[in-house]
Each structure stands twice: as C-alpha cells, then as structure tokens.
C-alpha cells in the first residue's frame, strides 16, 4: 500500500470513505490445537459465526459475478471506483473461507455436503437470475454483511477477547472490511434501479431468511459434535444464542426500510477502538495474520 492511500484511510472520519483491497492470506495449520472451537471467551460465539461463514464465500463470488456484469455500464468515477474495490475484498475474504471450510470439514464431515450446496445455490442462480435479481439480492445480503460486521466488531469484549490469534484476526480483518464496503451494494442498487425501492426492501427480508437458514443448517452439526445436544440444559442455551444473536442482527436492520436510508447512516463517525486500531497497524506494515490477546491491547492502547 503507498504512503497516500495509508494516510486517506487513517484520517477517513467515516469508514466507507476509502476502501483498501487488503490481500490476506490466513495460515490454518497456526490455529492452536487445530481446534475450531476457537474463542474462549464465548465457545458458542465461534460456533455460530463459523456456521454463518460456510456459505459466505459464495455468496460473495456471487456478488464479485454480479458486479462485474454490471461494471461498464456504470457512468460515475467513485461509485467504479468503489465497485472495483469491493470486488476485490470479496475476492481475498472467499478464498480464506472457501480454505477455511475445508479445516472444519476435517472436524465437521456433515459441513462438506452444506459447503457444496452453498457453492451449487449460488451457481445455478448466477446462471438463472435476472440482472435487477442479482444486483436486489446483493443489496439485500450486503445490508446483513454491512450490520454483522458493526455488531461483531461491537461484541468484541464479550465473544473475541481470548481467542485463538488466527481465527480472530481472520474474523476481524473479515468485519473491518465488511463494514467499509457496507454501502457499495446499496448504491449499485441505487444507481440502476431507485425507483423499484420495494424490491430492495423485498430482497432485504429474502436475504435475513437465507443467512438464518443457512446458518442453522451449519450451526446444528457443529453443536452436537461439541456436546450441546448432550442435555436439555445445553441444548437450551445453544438454541438460545442462536436465536438471540439472529434476533439481534434482524432487529438492527429495521432502519434499512425506511425510505431515506443509506448505510453511511449508521457507520456516520464509527469509532470502534478494534477497526480504527486495526486499520493503523495494517497501514503501518505490521503483523495482523495472527494476533494474540496482548497483541489487540497494546494495539488498542497505542492508537
């Protein structure tokens, strides 16, 4: 990254002001005793969001697809430039989870079958839906990516803060970015299609019943292997998690049906101490594929 892209992120105020193309590349065989349970300060947190990320990556192929197909016909230089961007996160976060599928595969066999059909859904739909469908459907999951990522980012203390290094660098490099690139979708919706708002509010609702749907399909298997279905008591407090972070999630996108809403809304002024230190230590060419608990205090604390 040069000097002046490193500076305009730093001193961006709002988060989607620039957005960085970040290659990364996780090395899973450094995860600690290559366990996938790997946050110890919430072991239910790391099953839910690995659950959540077995379809993520295509979904995203999906939308860097979509995007591509659209791209030529977009007239305004920061809206490409932005297109162009978001493609390219996309592109690095599914090439870790599609790697990342496979580790959990070695301890999660049922996840082999739900990784396919994720990969086969998004295929046959690339193949069969409309250009307003896919662009509408994007709009729809990114509003879930763009909130997902503030929300975790937020919970941090609570679901990340003694972790494994790999794992959590991976989620929140994933979560920083998902929430820069949180209004590229809406505006490309935006740009083609503003006056068909109903339709974006349509595939608002389509895409929080996918992401559930798909999720619990993941979030089951891993349960019972990790002895959650093993008593009433554990299966209740599984099931409770699952379906209060799932609550939560839905209940922050109310706003998004309102009729002026634009995510830049929401991510007005972001402060959160992880993304902004973070942001700093990726531009000053230090270390952020493994970072252990004293590595983010210190981080937090210099910035």
């Known amino acids: 990254m040069n000097n002046s892209t490193s500076t305009a992120m730093d001193n961006a105020k709002n988060p989607m002001d620039n957005i960085v193309v970040r290659p990364l590349r996780f090395d899973y065989s450094n995860i600690e005793a290559q366990d996938p349970v790997w946050s110890r300060s919430s072991p239910l947190f790391a099953i839910y ?10 979904f995203e192929r999906y939308l860097m697809s979509s995007f591509r197909s659209v791209r030529q016909q977009i007239k305004d230089p920061k809206l490409l430039k932005e297109v162009s961007a978001i493609i390219g996160q996309e592109a690095h976060h599914a090439k870790n989870f599609v790697d990342y599928n496979q580790f959990l595969i070695k301890r999660y066999p049922e996840i082999e079958a739900l990784d396919k059909r994720a990969k ?4 046959q739909s690339l193949s069969q839906d409309s250009i307003k469908s896919k662009i509408a459907y994007v709009a729809g999951y990114e509003t879930f990516t763009f909130l997902g990522g503030m929300i975790i980012l937020d919970g941090y203390d609570k679901w990340m803060k003694d972790a494994d290094p790999v794992i959590r660098s991976m989620w929140v490099w994933h979560q920083v970015e998902e929430v820069e690139h949180g209004a590229v979708a809406f505006d490309v919706y935006k740009y083609f299609y503003a006056q068909h708002e109903w339709y974006r509010k349509w595939n608002v609702l389509k895409s929080l019943l996918h992401i559930a749907s798909e999720t619990w399909k993941a979030y089951k ?7 959650y279905f093993s008593s009433p008591i554990k299966a209740i407090k599984a099931l409770a998690f699952f379906t209060n ?38 531009s000053r060419g230090e270390d952020i594929l493994k970072m252990r608990n004293n590595d983010l205090k210190t981080m937090i604390k210099t910035n």
């Open 221 to 227: 298997p891993m349960c019972k292997k990790e002895g």
């Open 245 to 282: 972070i799932s609550f939560k999630l839905a209940k922050s996108a109310l706003p998004v049906f309102a009729n002026k809403y634009h995510p830049r809304q929401i991510s007005e002024d972001e402060s959160n101490p992880i993304a902004v230190a973070w942001r700093k230590k990726y």
């Open 49 to 58: 969001i690995n659950a959540l990320g077995v379809h993520i990556p295509y």
């Open 120 to 123: 086969d859904h998004f295929e």
